[in-house]
């Protein structure tokens, strides 16, 4: 099988990802026949979008089709495998932390199709350079999904499961615990009746830096020489976040570890 | 005074921050005349880029200037203030993290003058988009400053000194320790091959969501709802990274407080 015969596609999922991944595929000709969500509103209004039909009910899912995208969130991808009726399609999975495997019970062939980005229904983002990881049973379909991946990125590699995992981790830290690092800067901009928007340039211009830096070069600030000094009022300055002034300490020290450690 | 009967500019300093502040005060067409650095190449290289003057002798800084920037480190500032020989001109310090009141003992006339944001030498930025926070002595001096800020940015205002602490600090949790959040996910790449450029998007498309929407409200990932099933699995997956475990199992405490507050 190759990416032009593909005939028929199925969605399982209308999440964020799901609507960003389909939308791509849509748009770069690729066959979207139909969108399962358990929630109606979210089933329809993404299968309008991709001239497909919808459904809600696991049952109504079309068996015929060649490919199967699961884009359901980790909890609900294996309850929702256990009720689908057995078909010959392709079983692909987009989750960063759950390994090729889990797919393994339910088809002969099965996948991953993992794109790495922060996905929100409100936000266009460009496909193309969103970094596609595609991990596959056997060589053949390693080398569809490769071509599939191409069609919408530019970025397409293959990743196994044991670095999925590693790269859903780090994006955890670089995605998930950077935006409550944001969060912390703005409930402390409010209390003091200052706008978060101050922080804004700031908070582009360190994400711009290391794209083309690396972040541990581009590391500073008083942790790096671990100023005692500075920390120690610093952390005085917390006195009323407990929860942020541990951190302060936590993170300062994280810091200079790393930096001692070269 | 105003902006335009402002004759002599001094610059104490030759970092990054003195490096684009003063460049950017040179080309809104303030007369910068000279630039005092401890390190000669540092003063000699932004000087000629100014058309200033250079020393790094403090007994060398000129007298007669209507304005001293002092752009040094925390550390550094008082010792050379303790050193200058007493002039009439206005000083201005540049830190985030000092009160204006440290300049008192030092001259009759001062203030501060605080862009936010994180300086690299070999980064050009667009000055007109940072927030620049001014703290005068009186009220003239403030309307001053206030007018001098906006040559050079769309994002003048003034703030306190406590004001500025606070924010200061905020700059530390959302540019230093958002680094650090990189730099681990830098780390946790290269022990699986895997290259940071991956992560590249998605930090991007992090720090562009909150151009729009509050963090708090852009927040995802398993701390949000404090999977526990999700959070011990990532945390045993970090077992090689006792640092970076504990700083997982404690941002992500973190985040479900936060959340859970409201």
Partial sequence: M???????????????LATHLSQALFRAGLPIAQVYSRTESSAR??????????TCSID????????????????????????LKPTRGIFLHTAGSLPMKVLQPFSK?????YPL????????????RI?????????????????????????VSEV?????????????????????????????????NLDFEMLQPLIMETAAKVQTMEPRNAQTGPAIRFDEQIIKKQEAALK????????????????????SKN
Avoid: W
């Fill in 2 to 16: 190759n990416v032009d015969s593909i005939q028929k596609i199925v969605f399982i999922g209308a999440g964020n």
């Fill in 45 to 54: 209004s993404l299968a309008e979008r991709l001239n497909a039909r919808c």
């Fill in 60 to 83: 109504e899912i079309d068996r015929d089709a060649d490919l199967y995208f699961l884009a359901l969130s980790d909890k609900a991808l294996v309850p929702v495998l256990e009720q």
């Fill in 109 to 113: 062939l099965y996948g991953v199709f």
């Fill in 117 to 128: 980005q922060t996905f929100s229904k409100k936000r266009e983002v460009d496909f193309s």
């Fill in 131 to 155: 970094p596609v990881c595609v991990e596959a049973c056997n060589e053949e379909l390693k080398a569809l999904l490769l071509d599939l991946g191409r069609r919408i990125s530019d970025k």
């Fill in 160 to 192: 196994s499961s044991e670095q999925r995992g590693q790269l859903h981790l780090a994006a955890v830290f670089t995605c998930n615990f950077t935006n409550h690092m944001y969060s912390i800067g703005q409930e402390l901009l409010q209390d003091q």
């Fill in 240 to 259: 009323q976040y407990p929860i942020f002034q541990k951190l302060y300490r936590f993170v300062s020290e994280s810091i200079h570890k790393m930096h």
